[in-house]
C-alpha cells in the first residue's frame, strides 16, 4: 500500500464526496491511523453506491473504528468489507457491532 498519512487522506476524503458512481476502494495498508480515519469517514459517508472497502493493515484503533462505524449508516450498496489486521479491540468493536447493524446489504465481513 501507500504510505497515505493523516494529510493525503484528508485529501482523499475531499476528492471521494464528489465521486457518485465509485463501487470498490481498496485501501490497504496505507498507514490511516485514528486521526486519519475520521477524515476518511466525512467521504466514506457520501458514497452511497460503494460495493467494497477494504481497509485491511491499518490501525484504526477505538476511534477510528468509532468513526467507520458512523459512516457506514451512508454506504446503503455495501456487500464486502474487509478489516483484518486493523488492530480492532474490544471496544471498537462494539462500536463497529453498531454501523454494522444497519447494513442489510453486507455479504462478506473480514475481520
Known amino acids: 500500500g501507500n504510505s497515505l498519512g493523516t494529510e493525503g487522506t484528508r485529501h482523499l476524503a475531499t476528492a471521494l464526496r464528489g465521486s457518485h458512481a465509485l463501487?470498490?476502494?481498496a485501501l490497504q495498508d496505507?498507514?490511516?491511523?485514528?486521526?486519519?480515519m475520521s477524515h476518511l469517514c466525512e467521504g466514506l459517508s457520501t458514497l452511497s453506491t460503494l460495493r467494497v472497502l477494504n481497509l485491511s493493515g491499518n490501525r484504526l484503533g477505538t476511534?477510528?473504528?468509532r468513526h467507520l462505524a458512523t459512516s457506514l449508516r451512508g454506504?446503503?450498496?455495501?456487500?464486502?468489507l474487509v478489516l483484518d489486521?486493523?488492530?480492532?479491540?474490544?471496544?471498537?468493536?462494539?462500536h463497529?457491532?453498531?454501523?454494522?447493524?444497519?447494513?442489510?446489504?453486507?455479504?462478506v465481513l473480514n475481520l
Not at 454506504?75 to 464486502?80: E, W
Not at 489486521?85 to 462494539?94: D, L, Q, V, Y
Not at 454501523?99 to 455479504?107: A, I, K, Q
Open 63 to 65: 476511534e477510528g473504528t
Open 85 to 94: 489486521h486493523c488492530g480492532i479491540e474490544s471496544t471498537a468493536m462494539s
Open 23 to 25: 463501487t470498490d476502494l
Open 30 to 36: 496505507c498507514g490511516i491511523e485514528s486521526t486519519a
Open 75 to 80: 454506504c446503503h450498496a455495501l456487500t464486502d
Open 96 to 107: 463497529l457491532c453498531e454501523g454494522l447493524s444497519t447494513l442489510s446489504t453486507l455479504r
